[in-house]
């Protein structure tokens, strides 16, 4: 069997260990609350989950 090359395997082992999770994740998909905010008049008070995330809000210790 021939060699992968590196970007070849780290795209093979997140889909070889989860399936069909791993293959999602490895789509590139972009997500807004444009919609909620438009038709729903949705008007979130908090931060963002990446903001929530980079400032540390999900630490578990």
Same mark, same amino acid.
């Given at each position: 069997?021939?060699?992968?090359?590196a970007s070849a395997a780290r795209h093979h082992?997140?889909?070889?260990?989860?399936g069909g999770f791993g293959e999602a994740l490895l789509l590139d998909q972009r997500a807004t609350g444009e919609k909620a905010r438009r038709e729903l008049g949705c008007? !979130?008070?908090r931060p963002s989950a990446p903001a929530e995330i980079a400032n540390g809000g999900?630490? !578990?210790s």
């Open positions: 069997m021939g060699r992968r090359s082992q997140p889909v070889e260990r989860l008007k !979130p008070s999900y630490d !578990p």
